[in-house]
């Protein structure tokens, strides 16, 4: 992940607080229904969050939803799994320099 592009992308954006507090309640519904096999809601969270991304010019995290997106079409949980996981560490570490610069402007 190039830290310094994604992060100049994030806190340069007007959106950083809409980003704070949607994408971690997101995710952590990303984790729920993946627990409850959820696929529907579980596609549909996936979308919001590929759209968040898409408008900060995150292109890493539109990708790990894509890929996300084809692990619900096939129903491979296994995968879906890490895909969550994958999408968690982005975001965390997005927020971790967001806040961290951010809190400079």
């Known amino acids: 992940m190039n830290d310094s592009f994604y992060q100049k992308c994030l806190i340069s954006s007007e959106y950083y607080p809409l980003f704070v507090e949607t994408v971690l309640i997101d995710v952590q519904k990303l984790y729920r229904q993946g627990r409850k096999y959820d696929f529907i809601s579980l596609s549909k969270t996936t979308h919001r969050?590929?759209?968040?991304?898409?408008?900060?010019?995150?292109?890493?995290?539109?990708?790990?939803c894509e890929v996300l997106e084809q692990h619900i079409a096939n129903i491979n949980t296994s995968e879906?799994?890490?895909s969550i996981h994958h999408i968690n560490l982005f975001v965390s570490t997005l927020v971790q320099q967001g806040e961290k610069g951010y809190d400079k402007n």
């Open 49 to 64: 969050l590929k759209g968040m991304f898409a408008l900060l010019n995150l292109f890493l995290g539109q990708e790990l």
């Open 80 to 82: 879906i799994k890490k």
